[in-house]
C-alpha cells in the first residue's frame, strides 16, 4: 500500500513563493506517476502537473505553465511542487497523488487515473 504525505503548504502573499513536497512511501518512485492536484470549495478538481514515472517527462497545467516547477529527488523518494508568483486565484487545497504508469500517460492528468492520494495541503494566497 502506498502513502503519500504532502507538506509546505500555508499562507503567501500574492507574487510569493512556496515548495509543496510530497513523500511517497512505500514504493519506489519508478513505478509511478506523480501528479499535483487543487481544489477550492464547489469546483472541480484540477490537475495542475504531473511527472513521469521515471522522472524524463513532466506536464503543466495551462493556469500554472510558467509559474510552477515539478522536480523530484529519488533519494528521499519526494516529489516537489515549486510554486512562484502565486496570486490569489491559486489558493486551493494541493494534493498530490500516485498512478502505475502502466494504466496512463502522464499526459493525461485525468484524476481518476490516480489510486493513491495524500491528505491534502492547504495553500493561501492573500495579502
Known amino acids: 500500500q502506498l502513502q503519500l504525505v504532502e507538506s509546505g503548504g500555508g499562507l503567501v502573499q500574492p507574487g510569493g513563493s512556496l515548495r509543496l513536497s510530497c513523500a511517497v512511501i512505500g514504493s519506489t518512485l519508478d513505478y509511478y506517476h506523480i501528479g499535483w492536484f487543487r481544489q477550492t470549495p464547489g469546483l472541480a478538481r484540477e490537475g495542475i502537473s504531473s511527472i513521469s514515472a521515471g522522472g524524463r517527462k513532466t506536464v503543466y497545467g495551462d493556469s500554472v505553465k510558467g509559474r510552477f516547477t515539478i522536480s523530484r529527488d529519488n533519494a528521499k523518494n519526494t516529489v516537489y511542487l515549486q510554486m512562484d508568483s502565486l496570486t490569489p486565484e491559486d489558493t486551493a487545497v494541493y494534493s498530490c497523488?500516485?498512478?502505475?504508469?502502466?494504466?496512463?500517460?502522464?499526459?493525461?492528468?485525468?484524476?481518476?487515473?490516480?489510486?493513491?492520494w495524500g491528505q491534502g495541503t492547504q495553500v493561501t494566497v492573500s495579502s
Open positions: 497523488a500516485a498512478g502505475p504508469q502502466g494504466a496512463f500517460t502522464v499526459d493525461d492528468m485525468n484524476p481518476t487515473h490516480y489510486i493513491f
